[in-house]
């Protein structure tokens, strides 16, 4: 996959994740596709490292994605909501 691609793939996994845990993120848009393209190669590694699917089989790599990034956001909110609280 091109770097566009991932860019695209990231944006969407973000966009799902935020849906998925929704609240205030400090941040914007921008993070939020940031810590997406993260966590999709966070959670796409993991994936395979497990060996629970391998370079082909497109819809466990998604699952993952969006699992990284949901941990990824989690993580992010964690963190940054602790230093300005």
């Known amino acids: 996959m091109s770097i566009l691609g991932w860019i695209i793939f990231g944006a969407i996994v973000g966009v799902i994740a935020k849906?998925?845990?929704?609240g205030d993120d400090p941040g914007g848009i921008i993070v939020t596709i940031l810590?997406?393209?993260?966590?999709?190669?966070?959670g796409g590694f993991i994936g395979r490292a497990l060996g629970m699917y391998?370079?082909?089989?497109q819809a466990g790599g998604f699952i993952?994605?969006?699992?990284?990034a949901i941990l990824v956001l989690w993580g992010y909110r964690a963190?940054?909501?602790r230093r300005t609280a």
């Open 35 to 42: 810590l997406g393209i993260v966590g999709a190669l966070i």
């Open 64 to 68: 993952m994605s969006i699992l990284g």
């Open 54 to 57: 391998g370079p082909e089989q």
């Open 79 to 81: 963190t940054i909501g």
């Open 19 to 22: 849906f998925l845990m929704p």
